[in-house]
């Protein structure tokens, strides 16, 4: 059990030194491109995309009045 536990690990390890120097070489305009098509085609298929939340904005400091 524990050698097919090791040989899916290489396998994701293969998957990710391979993903990491395509999107290495890549501007952030074509990144952004890219993980929209990923998201494109995973909802084609059917499965759910969870959407990044967007930071909260901060609260606006209020100034002293000179006075």
Excluded: C, Y
């Excluded at 990491?20 to 494109?40: C, D, V």
């Excluded at 759910?48 to 909260?56: H, M, T």
């Amino acid at each position: 059990m524990n050698a097919d536990i090791d040989e899916f690990l290489d396998h994701v390890d293969q998957w990710k030194f391979k993903f990491h120097e395509e999107l290495k070489g890549m501007t952030p305009a074509q990144r952004k491109a890219f993980w929209n098509r990923i998201h494109e085609e995973a909802r084609a298929r059917g499965l759910r995309v969870v959407e990044p939340e967007k930071p909260a904005k901060r609260p606006t400091k209020r100034a002293r009045r000179s006075g």
